[in-house]
């Protein structure tokens, strides 16, 4: 068994992200596998280097050890690259030129599960105006999910402990896979490095259950393996909402300098004890 945590260094890390990287951890040593770390840092806008020190920091206080050293997606921007390049000599993506806010104007737009979706606006430009407004303007690459399902049918992808599940990307609508503000998404990135690394088993929050169908399809698309999948409750506040980066109160590092002890914090996520005014929540 290959597990790994992938934090992105966005923030600092709080309960929640202590919790998954306990559950993937804890996995692989029971197994008398591997734990792995990546650093989400394709993302060289918001990225920043003292986070993942703080990162590294913190796990090392939960009692964590992982095997070599982190790998970085900013360091496999090429890849990206290559598998877009693959795609788009296929016919499977293309570039869109639209603004979230002309996305958000579009009467046709319909909803799936992350909101609303592309109305498929630049699927259908003509080539010549095509080519003439990639020079000229700013654009992502999506991908044409009907093309996309129409090649690789019916697929599934595992559950463990529940079985197969039947993957349903194309409620998703056409996904992005390269913004115009970063070289790949968090779909496309997160399913190559998997792929690279050797991921057995993604040991991920309950949250990205629906992205899993999408991931599934890149992993046909790209003739990649597809590993088993274990998605567990989110730590969320008193409000019952799930916890993000700017939730300061819930970071390590705010516990950490409260005097928390780390290990014995790990020991009490571990059974699902969480501290005053958290608690865990399938959504």
Not at 197 to 217: E, F, N, P, Y
Request: aromatic share 6%.
């Amino acid at each position: 068994m290959l597990t790994r945590f992938a934090p992105s260094p966005t923030g600092e890390l709080h309960l929640g992200h202590a919790y998954s990287a306990i559950a993937a951890h804890d996995a692989a040593r029971g197994a008398g596998g591997q734990f792995y770390l990546r650093i989400d840092d394709f993302d060289g806008s918001r990225s920043r280097g003292a986070y993942v020190d703080a990162a590294l920091t913190d796990l090392a206080w939960l009692g964590l050890s992982w095997d070599g050293p982190p790998v970085h997606q900013s360091q496999r921007l090429g890849d990206y690259d290559a598998a877009l390049a693959g795609l788009r000599a296929r016919g499977l993506v293309y570039p869109c030129f639209c603004t979230r806010a002309d996305i958000a104007a579009s009467l046709a737009a319909p909803h799936g599960p992350a909101g609303t979706l592309y109305p498929g606006t630049c699927r259908h430009l003509a080539p010549r105006e095509r080519e003439r407004r990639l020079d000229e303007e700013p654009h992502c690459w999506r991908l044409d999910m009907r093309r996309a399902t129409a090649l690789e049918g019916e697929l599934w992808w595992e559950e463990e402990g529940q079985g197969a599940h039947p993957a349903d990307p194309a409620a998703h609508g056409d996904i992005v896979l390269a913004r115009k503000d970063a070289p790949a998404s968090y779909h496309l990135a997160s399913t190559l490095d998997d792929a690279m690394m050797g991921v057995t088993h993604v040991v991920r929050g309950a949250d990205l259950i629906a992205s899993t169908d999408v991931h599934r399809l890149l992993q046909a698309l790209l003739g990649l393996a597809t590993p088993v999948y274990r998605h567990h409750a989110l730590v969320c506040d008193a409000a019952g909402k799930r916890l993000a980066k700017r939730d300061a109160a819930a970071s390590l590092a705010a516990l950490r300098a409260n005097g928390v002890d780390g290990e014995k914090l790990a020991a009490d996520l571990r059974a699902g004890r969480l501290p005053a005014g958290y608690s865990l929540q399938m959504p």
